[in-house]
């Protein structure tokens, strides 16, 4: 429909919508975040939803010591090998739909830990991650912005054809394999799933 | 965690009560405890933090006496560390005698003859935890404790502090995770930082760490190397 049209219609006292954005809008304005943290990420999540910052004017100020009443998880901080099963299986116990923001230096890549032993290099090795925000730690401002591409990312979703979201999808895969502590390292060490890495003229890993 | 105290010894005398300088310690304990095996271990540097090396087997009778001790009361453990010394390769010059079959005076006879010859030897390594010492009663302190286990690899038992300074017990079981130095004695020795079946203890120097270079989009230095050795790896495969 014509926006304009939509918009004239709207100074009429004529609401015109969709299901689809009905039903986006709906699920968008009203995401709780999973509580959990991980490292110092997590103090500047803390501030993001305390008054200063005021995560609530976005719908998100729920936050749910519950893994089946959240809608998102916020990897704030630094996943280590012997943290990151947990992670994977708190994400496997949130209820569709459901949604990753990956925060910080270390949720993404393994930040200034990248290079040792003992941290995962990125948590999206294991879950598919919807954001994915840079900074150690970022500010709150860019978990905010962070939090507005996810509204956004949901706002685009198409709730029927090819691209339709995993939730809506009866064939989707649903749970994640969480990664066994081995003797040296986790087993596996990703999941190829979410984490097909393309290596020039290699293809896939193994 | 390697990192020790950087307070010197001259520092902590003008804060607090005169201590004992570390010769006079050692003696003290010898005095106390009959049999003991302590050394001083000097240490060279600015910090002039020299450390007393004890007997695995007078380290209880140590701990005790210089906690117990009224004048050094030392009732304050600040620091347990673990030190990984690999074994080391030393070659040394020996002179050497031996019989030569040598041509004298236009006949053939055997002389003896010293030539310098090069001979390597390993000097076995071994682990070591360092104690610090301080006492808050007598504000002193620090006074380091150093012991060594036999070898690296299989006589790996140290006694544990743990019973005469209670600090001492997730530091010990750090050590024994990430050094696998054994403490007897300890009331719940087991891994903390990594998980339990892992098998490694990544603080040593011939740690080998898992291979996972896999993707390596801004890969530098030492990473860039791992990652180009993994990917040639993969090739070759």
């Given at each position: 429909m014509d926006q304009n049209l939509k918009i004239e219609l709207g100074k009429q006292g004529v609401f015109v919508t969709t299901i689809q954005e009905l039903y986006n809008w709906g699920r968008r304005s009203s995401v709780w975040?999973?509580?959990?943290?991980?490292?110092?990420?997590?103090?500047?999540?803390?501030?993001?939803?305390?008054?200063?910052?005021?995560?609530?004017?976005?719908?998100?100020?729920?936050?749910?010591?519950?893994?089946?009443?959240?809608?998102?998880?916020?990897?704030?901080?630094?996943?280590?090998?012997?943290?990151?099963?947990?992670?994977?299986?708190?994400?496997?116990?949130?209820?569709?739909?459901?949604?990753?923001?990956?925060?910080?230096?270390?949720?993404?890549?393994?930040?200034?830990?990248?290079?040792?032993?003992?941290?995962?290099?990125?948590?999206?090795?294991?879950?598919?991650?919807?954001?994915?925000?840079?900074?150690?730690?970022?500010?709150?401002?860019?978990?905010?912005?962070?939090f507005i591409t996810l509204q956004k990312k949901i706002d685009g979703q198409h709730l029927t054809g090819e691209d339709r979201p995993r939730f809506l999808d009866a064939g989707a895969q649903g749970e994640f394999p969480v990664p066994e502590q081995g003797e040296h390292d986790l087993e596996p060490t990703s999941n190829q799933g979410v984490w097909p890495v393309q290596i020039q003229g290699l293809g896939t890993r193994d | 965690m390697l990192s020790g105290s950087t307070t010197t010894n001259h520092e902590s005398l003008a804060r607090g009560a005169k201590l004992k300088s570390i010769e006079e310690i050692k003696s003290a304990i010898e005095a106390a405890v009959p049999?003991?095996?302590?050394?001083?271990?000097?240490?060279?540097?600015?910090?002039?933090?020299?450390?007393?090396?004890?007997?695995?087997?007078?380290?209880?009778?140590?701990?005790?006496?210089?906690?117990?001790?009224?004048?050094?009361?030392?009732?304050?453990?600040?620091?347990?560390?673990?030190?990984?010394?690999?074994?080391?390769?030393?070659?040394?010059?020996?002179?050497?005698?031996?019989?030569?079959?040598?041509?004298?005076?236009g006949v053939e006879q055997e002389v003896e003859e010293t030539v310098d010859e090069t001979r390597k030897r390993v000097e076995p390594g071994y682990l070591e935890t360092v104690y610090h010492l301080y006492s808050v009663a007598k504000k002193h302190g620090p006074v380091v404790l150093r012991m060594r286990t036999v070898n690296r690899t299989d006589q790996v038992e140290l006694p544990s502090l743990t019973p005469i300074w209670r600090s001492a017990e997730l530091q010990e079981r750090e050590?024994?995770?990430?050094?696998?130095?054994?403490?007897?004695?300890?009331?719940?020795?087991?891994?903390?930082?990594?998980?339990?079946?892992?098998?490694?203890?990544?603080?040593?120097?011939?740690?080998?760490?898992?291979?996972?270079?896999?993707?390596?989009?801004?890969?530098?230095?030492?990473?860039?190397?791992?990652?180009?050795?993994?990917?040639a790896a993969k090739t070759a495969r």
């Open positions: 975040p999973m509580q959990f943290g991980l490292a110092c990420c997590a103090i500047e999540m803390i501030a993001t939803t305390m008054a200063r910052y005021d995560m609530a004017r976005f719908g998100a100020e729920v936050f749910r010591p519950s893994p089946r009443q959240a809608d998102l998880m916020i990897v704030s901080g630094t996943v280590t090998k012997k943290m990151a099963p947990q992670v994977v299986r708190l994400y496997n116990q949130m209820a569709e739909p459901r949604y990753v923001i990956a925060m910080g230096a270390c949720a993404i890549s393994g930040g200034p830990f990248k290079q040792g032993y003992n941290v995962l290099k990125g948590i999206d090795r294991y879950i598919p991650v919807d954001v994915h925000i840079p900074g150690c730690p970022p500010r709150p401002e860019a978990l905010l912005q962070a | 049999g003991v095996g302590v050394e001083v271990v000097p240490n060279s540097s600015p910090s002039v933090q020299h450390s007393l090396r004890v007997a695995p087997r007078s380290a209880i009778a140590v701990a005790t006496f210089l906690r117990d001790d009224a004048e050094l009361a030392f009732d304050f453990l600040s620091n347990v560390t673990g030190v990984d010394w690999p074994d080391k390769e030393v070659s040394e010059k020996v002179k050497v005698t031996r019989l030569a079959r040598k041509i004298v005076d050590i024994f995770d990430l050094y696998g130095i054994e403490f007897k004695g300890h009331p719940d020795l087991r891994r903390i930082l990594m998980w339990d079946g892992f098998k490694d203890h990544p603080m040593r120097k011939d740690y080998v760490e898992p291979d996972d270079y896999e993707y390596e989009p801004t890969a530098h230095d030492q990473v860039l190397a791992r990652a180009q050795a993994h990917r």
